[in-house]
C-alpha cells in the first residue's frame, strides 16, 4: 500500500509509537497516509483506538515478521 | 514533585486489605473493559494515554484528594509518563511498576490451613488472574497442585520452607494460563502428574494421573479422584481427609465450564456427575480449594479462597439446579468469552509449542474465564 510517509517506530515500547505517530500527523494534510511501522505489541490495539478517537482512518494492518506496519488515513 | 512506583505486591496487599484506592487507568477503553485490577474499596477513571498527551489539566478535576492514585497502564511507560504529567501539576500519584503484565503473574502465598503432623497449606493467589496454585509441606517434603508458569515462586518458597518437591501435580490440561508444573518438576526431580484423558496430544513424557492414586508427602496425604466435566480428564485432590481441590470443576460462586476443549455437549453430562453425584458423596466438612477466583467477593478477608463443602452446596447456585435440562442449558448456552489465546495454552501445555516469554505473558493476559454461573 502507497504511503505518503513512513515513520519508524520499531523498538520504541508505549507510549511512543503513539506519540511518534500523532506528531507526524500534525504535520500531514488531510487525506495522507502515513505507514508506522512498529515492534511494541501494544501498538496494534492503541494505534486503532487512537485513530478512532482522532478521527482519522486505519486502512490496513500488517504483520511482518517482527514488525507491525499500519496505515493510517489522516482525517 | 517525585513520581512513586507502586509494586503489584503493594496494590495487592490493598485489594486484600479492602484500602481505598483511585486507579487511573489509561489503558485504551477496550483493555480496560476487558479486565483490570478489581478490588471492593477502588475507585476508577479510564482515559487513554493518547488522549492525554495535550495535557492533564482536564483529568484533574476528576481526581479525588482524599486517597492514594495509582496510574495504570499495560507495561508502565505510559503511566510513568501520565504520572509525571500530573506530577508537573502539582498531584502526586504513583504508578503500576511493570503495569498490568506484573498485576498478572503476582502470586501472594496464604497459608489455608493446618496439615497432620505439623504440615501446611499453602494456597498461591494469582490476584491479577484469579488462578489459585497450592503447595503442601509436611516435614522435609512438598507437593505442588496446579502451579503457574511463574516457577521462581515455588521453587523459592519451597527452599525457604526448608522442603524438597516431589509431586506436581495438574488438575488437567489448562486451557487459561500456561502451567508452570512440567518446569518444576524439571528443577527439581520431582514427578510430574497429568490426568492421561486430558493428555492424548501431550509431546513430553508424564505420569498418569488415575482416580485413587495416593501420594506421601511427609506425614501427608494426597489423595486423586476422578471429576471429570471441565475437560474429560479433570481430577480433584483430596489432602489429609481435610480439604478438597476442585480444579476446574466447583468454584466458590460458580461451576465449571465444559467447553475449552471443544466438547460441552459431550461433558455436561460428565460435569453434572462429577458435581451431583461424586462430590455429594463426600463428606461436608472438606474445605474446597479451587483453581480459580472469578470476582473478588470469593476472596476471604485473610485474601485465601476457600469454603466448606457443606456451605457450596447450599449456597452455590450451580449445586442447586434440580432440572437436567435446565443445568445442560445454563453450561452449554450463553457461555462468557473464551479465555484470550486459549488453543495456543492448550498447545504449550501439551508441549506441541513453546513460546518465549514475552510471548507467554501476552497470551495470558486478560481474566481467566473458566466458569459458568
Known amino acids: 500500500m502507497n504511503a505518503d510517509k513512513v515513520l519508524d517506530a520499531k523498538g520504541l515500547a508505549c507510549p511512543m509509537p503513539i506519540v511518534k505517530t500523532r506528531k507526524e500527523m500534525k504535520d500531514m494534510d488531510s487525506g495522507q497516509v502515513l505507514e508506522i511501522q512498529a515492534t511494541d505489541k501494544g501498538a496494534s490495539a492503541d494505534l486503532t483506538a487512537w485513530a478512532k478517537s482522532g478521527g482519522h482512518e486505519l486502512l490496513e494492518q500488517q504483520v511482518d515478521g517482527d514488525v507491525l506496519k499500519f496505515w493510517i488515513k489522516k482525517g | 514533585m517525585s513520581v512513586k512506583a507502586m509494586t503489584a505486591a503493594q496494590v495487592a496487599r490493598k485489594v486484600i486489605d479492602n484500602e481505598p484506592l483511585f486507579i487511573l487507568d489509561v489503558r485504551n477503553g477496550d483493555a480496560f473493559a476487558d479486565w483490570k485490577i478489581e478490588g471492593g474499596n477502588i475507585q476508577y477513571l479510564n482515559i487513554p494515554y493518547f488522549d492525554l498527551l495535550d495535557g492533564v489539566e482536564e483529568v484533574i478535576d476528576q481526581l479525588p484528594k482524599d486517597r492514594d492514585i495509582l496510574v495504570v497502564c499495560a507495561k508502565e511507560g505510559s503511566s510513568i509518563m501520565v504520572a509525571d504529567m500530573l506530577a508537573d501539576e502539582g498531584v502526586e500519584t504513583a504508578y503500576l511498576s511493570g503495569g498490568m503484565k506484573a498485576w498478572s503473574e503476582h502470586l501472594e502465598p496464604v497459608k489455608v490451613g493446618d496439615l497432620n503432623d505439623g504440615g501446611e497449606l499453602y494456597q498461591f493467589v494469582r490476584i491479577g488472574k484469579g488462578c489459585l496454585s497450592y503447595m503442601a509441606i509436611s516435614g522435609v517434603e512438598a507437593a505442588v497442585i496446579d502451579a503457574t508458569r511463574m516457577t521462581d515462586v515455588f521453587l523459592n518458597f519451597a527452599q525457604e520452607k526448608g522442603a524438597q518437591i516431589k509431586h506436581v501435580f495438574d488438575s488437567h490440561l489448562h486451557a487459561d494460563h500456561i502451567s508452570g508444573g512440567r518446569k518444576i518438576a524439571q528443577a527439581t526431580g520431582a514427578t510430574y502428574y497429568l490426568p492421561p484423558a486430558d493428555a492424548e496430544e501431550v509431546v513430553f513424557e508424564y505420569t498418569p494421573l488415575e482416580g485413587g492414586f495416593e501420594a506421601a508427602v511427609g506425614s501427608s496425604k494426597v489423595e486423586a479422584l476422578y471429576s471429570p466435566g471441565h475437560t474429560i480428564g479433570s481430577t480433584s485432590f483430596i489432602v489429609d481427609n481435610q480439604y478438597l481441590m476442585t480444579g476446574d470443576i466447583l468454584f466458590i460462586d460458580s461451576i465449571g465450564r465444559p467447553d475449552l476443549a471443544g466438547l460441552a455437549e459431550d461433558w455436561v453430562g460428565d460435569l453434572r456427575e462429577s458435581l451431583y453425584s461424586r462430590y455429594q458423596a463426600l463428606a461436608n466438612e472438606l474445605s474446597v480449594l479451587p483453581a480459580h477466583f472469578m470476582i473478588?467477593?470469593?476472596?476471604?478477608?485473610?485474601?485465601?479462597?476457600?469454603?466448606?463443602?457443606?456451605?457450596?452446596?447450599?449456597?452455590?447456585?450451580?449445586?442447586?439446579?434440580?432440572?437436567?435440562?435446565?443445568?445442560?442449558?445454563?453450561?452449554?448456552?450463553?457461555?462468557?468469552?473464551?479465555?484470550?489465546?486459549?488453543?495456543?495454552?492448550?498447545?504449550?501445555?501439551?508441549?506441541?509449542?513453546?513460546?518465549?516469554?514475552?510471548?507467554?505473558?501476552?497470551?495470558?493476559?486478560?481474566?481467566?474465564r473458566c466458569a459458568v454461573r
Open chain 2, 296 to 368: 473478588m467477593d470469593e476472596l476471604n478477608e485473610d485474601g485465601s479462597v476457600a469454603k466448606k463443602l457443606g456451605d457450596l452446596f447450599k449456597e452455590n447456585h450451580g449445586l442447586n439446579i434440580e432440572d437436567e435440562q435446565e443445568f445442560r442449558d445454563m453450561v452449554t448456552k450463553n457461555l462468557p468469552p473464551q479465555p484470550n489465546a486459549y488453543e495456543d495454552i492448550r498447545k504449550t501445555n501439551m508441549g506441541k509449542i513453546t513460546p518465549e516469554n514475552e510471548m507467554q505473558r501476552e497470551m495470558e493476559i486478560g481474566p481467566n
